[in-house]
């Protein structure tokens, strides 16, 4: 039995492109990932990105391999008239999925470029859909992507692995969601003694889909509402409950824009709210659906090196928090069937009462309120104390600047001093050059990719592009022993 797959990617841009032919394609070139003999020849992977990225992808040694499993095509962002490609994914998504009904596909998948896929991912999710599902959900946790560069420059790329590697550095966005509140729709348990991760997400990113369901249609994100459709059942949708199982990871620089989040250390001094409570909350918020309750309770995704039956038990759903369900149930009138599982009664009461109010409900959002008008005012003070430091950081900037400065010289210490001045010299032309001329050399090291020069010195190159020409001269200077 073989399964005819459409897998689907928007890719563009140096950075993701870099991680999807260098590592998002070699961690699904695997015999239980693409590779696997259940997955049919007739299978086809489109390709969204603009027309100078084509010839890169075509000449890089991950695609040629994975082209001789299945056809590759590719569609230039230009004629499909794409503006804003970030919040026009929805298009691409909408287009591969017209794309799989037209062609009769059975299965679709759509990767993420800046996805890494442990060695057993499509193997899984093969397994659950014959045992009935006719979608998989996962979460995708966000590690940092130049911690991900060092670790795996000579590691292999496997659940056990990945799993280590997230839980050792999981993103500054990622860590935000480590303490529960009312607004998140992710929540993480962190246990560093014991060393594993539990996800809890109200949406989670549908790792396949079949086409036998009628009607699939992106709104807004394929992660976000891609259920929301009549034809499908909660008993259609499977999980992924262990890294082991499979597990996706994705990628993120540490200093992007999302990764700046501020830790308020005020807030440690406040008495911790209860996290079930916010999940009763979030569960009676009419913006949730039925899907988005079955994801949060029964889609619990452990990362952990291995699984042990005390993880397992971590699956199962709180005491309390089944109570507060029955007692909502309850005061809403419904009959409780004690026979039936209370979360299977309320997913169901749910699905026809989408904003749930009652004393309980009252109770819990004051008592939100509370805290959240306490934490405004700590926010008032912790930015009256930002402000402070920023001005002692102004006092001390010259310090602060000689520094860095010497942390630029200790990176560089143990390079090659002629290899260093080459790739300085070049550097420093190669930012002086108008945009004509740096398009063919950007070209030139699309197609060279692979390259073992490049490829070695990737940290260095990395290190001096980011700086200005002004601080790469000062820098080779001071290395060769003339700067004063």
Known sequence: MTFKILLSTAVWGEDYLEIFLEYTLKSLLKSRNLLNKEISRNSEYLIYTKNEHINAIKNHKNFKLLKKKFKISFFDFKKLNIRNKYSSLKIFQNSSIKYGYKNKFEYFSFIYPDSIFGDNHFATLLSKIKKGSKIVMCPGPLGIYENFHKSFKNKEINNKNLSEFIIENLHPFYKSFINNSKKSRISIIENKEENYQIYKCLDLHPAIISFSIKNLKVINTIDEDILNNNEILLKDIGYLNFSNEGIIITLESFDSNRARVQKNHFFKKLKNFNTVDFDIIKYCDKKNLAYHINHHIKGNFIVSEKKTKKLEKLLNIDPKKEKMLKKIL???????????????????????????????????????????????????????????????????????????????????????????????????????????FKTPIIMLKQKNRSNKFINKNSRLLRFLLILPRKTIVKILIKRIGLYR
């Open 330 to 436: 309850i005061n809403n009138f419904y009959k409780v069937n004690r026979n039936r599982s209370i979360v299977e009664q309320f997913i169901k009461f749910k699905k026809n009462n989408l904003e749930i109010k009652n004393e309980l409900i009252d109770k819990l959002n004051k008592a939100v309120n509370e805290r959240v008008e306490l934490e405004l005012e700590v926010e008032k003070k912790f930015q009256a104390q930002q402000s402070l430091i920023e001005f002692q950081r102004g006092e001390k900037f010259k310090i602060h600047e000689n520094r860095k400065f010497n942390s630029f010289i200790n990176f560089i210490k143990d390079e090659n001093i002629i290899k260093l001045t080459i790739i300085s010299f070049l550097i420093v032309i190669y930012s002086t050059l108008p945009n004509f």
